[in-house]
């Protein structure tokens, strides 16, 4: 098939692309590469690429396509929380007007990156797709506007799917400092604490960003009527922890380290399990093959053999990224390119 992929050269995007390509499929990348040059590890396979703000795209970009996989967002809470309304904008909005332009360019297929975030504070209880949303910030409340604008578009041509993913975890060209086990991790190799930020009861689930390039990869090539307009919660049921039990897994893996509770960290209103179910009956061939424990020693494994430093991993962090782009004038408040984009993506073109 022939796949545009929004946020091809982010966390998720970087590890999905090679999947596809694996697969026997063409892939394009739409980006506008915020986090150019936060290497972790192998550059990257180059593939072709149209530099651009998804909130300026238009179904000319998009004709020839078979399928688009938007992962391209402000991608986590406290990103989200820089500016609430542009925040909005570029998940939200741009979110559905790339979908409008998907399907006026005749795409039959849109795979969206949503989140289990958007059941947001929904304590102990094991979630499937039918429990009532309840985000708690911006980025959560985006998702639940994309998936219920989007769902509108479904028709006959269009077909939308809903991922919901689990927290992700795991290495990438791209890595993220900023998801739970990565931090856990990293901040445990580099200083030897397992810190953790809240009291360490609240729940999550997790998966890793190679099962969730599996699951778009699956999705490609099921029967429309077995995805179509509808959403699913992308990881494993098994794989649901809370942050103290994530903590112990990191405690084992990494050698003498010890852990440790922020002071005043009380508990984190973000608590949630889900059932996986459903993904594992519309995509049979949908197994996910990592587990927590595994993926923590497959970072610790990474952050050894590449010799991962302090001032390597702050640049993991996606929120001082882009402040660093809006203090050095980069970045306007709207985020958008002042004059020359980052200097490390010069020269990419379509």
Request: some cysteine.
């Amino acid at each position: 098939m022939k796949l545009l992929v929004t946020g091809h050269d982010g966390y998720i995007g970087t590890v999905m692309v090679d999947v596809l390509r694996s697969a026997g499929h063409h892939v394009t990348g739409l980006d506008t590469f915020f986090y150019d040059g936060c290497r972790f590890g192998r550059e990257p396979a180059p593939v072709p690429t149209i530099r651009k703000d998804i909130r300026d795209v238009e179904p000319t970009d998009l004709k020839g396509y078979d399928a688009v996989i938007h992962l391209a967002a402000l991608s986590n809470d406290p990103l989200g929380k820089l500016d609430e309304r542009c925040t909005l904008d570029i998940n939200h909005l741009a979110s559905v007007t790339l979908a409008r332009a998907a399907k006026a360019a005749g795409v039959p297929r849109f795979l969206f990156a949503s989140s289990c975030s958007l059941y947001g504070a929904a304590g102990d209880a094991l979630l499937d797709e039918t429990a009532e949303f309840n985000p708690i910030t911006a980025y959560g409340r985006s998702k639940v506007l994309v998936e219920q604008d989007v769902s509108t578009l479904a028709d006959d041509r269009f077909s939308p799917t809903f991922f919901r993913n689990a927290t992700a975890y795991g290495a990438s060209p791209r890595l993220r400092a900023d998801v739970v086990v990565n931090n856990l991790v990293g901040v445990a190799y580099l200083t030897g604490k397992v810190l953790i930020e809240s009291d360490g009861t609240p729940w999550r689930p997790l998966v890793h960003v190679e099962d969730i390039s599996q699951a778009f990869a699956l999705a490609l090539e099921a029967p429309r009527e077995a995805i179509h307009n509808q959403a699913f919660n992308i990881g494993a049921s098994t794989e649901n922890y809370q942050i103290r039990d994530l903590a112990d897994m990191v405690r084992e893996v990494v050698p003498g380290c010890t852990i440790t509770y922020r002071e005043g960290g009380g508990p984190d209103p973000r608590c949630y399990r889900v059932s996986c179910d459903k993904v594992m009956a519309a995509l049979p061939g949908f197994r996910p093959k990592w587990t927590v424990r595994r993926g923590v020693e497959q970072l610790y494994e990474a952050f050894r053999t590449h010799g991962l430093t302090a001032d390597a991993f702050a640049s993991y962090f996606r929120l001082p990224r882009i402040q660093s782009h809006l203090e050095a004038g980069r970045l306007d408040r709207s985020l958008r390119w002042q004059g020359a984009p980052s200097p490390a993506a010069a020269g990419v073109g379509r």
